[in-house]
């Protein structure tokens, strides 16, 4: 078993290998690498996207990858292997990113990444530090995880979601914001699992473990 954490120089990949690796560890989930080569993320049995910075020069990263993007795509779409997008991982698996400019996302889950607009004008953006998640939707990577439970977030831009079946989790922020999206073998989460420390590390293990 085989999880790849892609780097397309974007994404706290040091600290989101050392959290998926103990998991794996505990949950008997085998090897966990950081890659920027094709050919494993071809043969990988699961697929970690992370992601900080702009929606467009994150993508751009993506696409310029040597391979990397036909490979991940490939993978997910075809032969339907298992996904978790963090933070603007995430948002590139939406139909169209607003940040900066409109760019095309992967549009596996419907819907636009836009910038945070908080009613209370007390409330700041980026919105960020830790947040009461609210499940929506039950689903196998909540297993130990109930409403209430914190999660850590760095963020500007979130997902509106089409179809809100879609979206499994959201945060309060004087708007509904969503924080994990998923459908079929794919999942997204807005906040940094990785960081998350209890709440996180039992939602990496249950990715790990989930067999969809």
């Not at 966990?32 to 993320?41: C, E, H, L, P, Y």
Request: charged share 20%; glycine share 10%.
């Amino acid at each position: 078993m085989l999880t790849a954490i892609i780097d397309y120089e974007s994404g706290n990949l040091h600290s989101a290998h050392k959290a998926f690796e103990r998991m794996a560890r505990e949950v008997g989930a085998g090897d966990v690498v950081v890659t920027a080569d094709a050919g494993v993320v071809a043969r990988a049995d699961r697929i970690v996207l992370p992601g900080d910075g702009a929606f467009p020069a994150c993508m751009a990263a993506l696409q310029g990858a040597g391979g990397v993007y036909d490979a991940m795509v490939e993978a997910v779409e075809v032969k339907g292997r298992p996904f978790l997008g963090i933070c603007v991982g995430m948002q590139l698996m939406a139909s169209m990113g607003r940040e900066y400019r409109d760019t095309p996302g992967l549009d596996w889950i419907a819907g636009d990444v836009t910038r945070i607009t908080p009613s209370d004008p007390t409330l700041k953006v980026p919105h960020m530090g830790w947040n009461d998640l609210v499940i929506d939707h039950p689903h196998p990577v909540f297993d130990g995880v109930t409403t209430g439970d914190h999660a850590y977030f760095v963020h500007s831009y979130h997902m509106a979601v089409d179809n809100p079946a879609q979206r499994l989790a959201h945060v309060d922020y004087a708007e509904e914001v969503t924080a994990i999206i998923g459908r079929d073998t794919m999942l997204g989460m807005q906040f940094h699992p990785e960081k998350s420390q209890t709440t996180g590390l039992r939602l990496i293990a249950n990715f790990l473990s989930w067999t969809p």
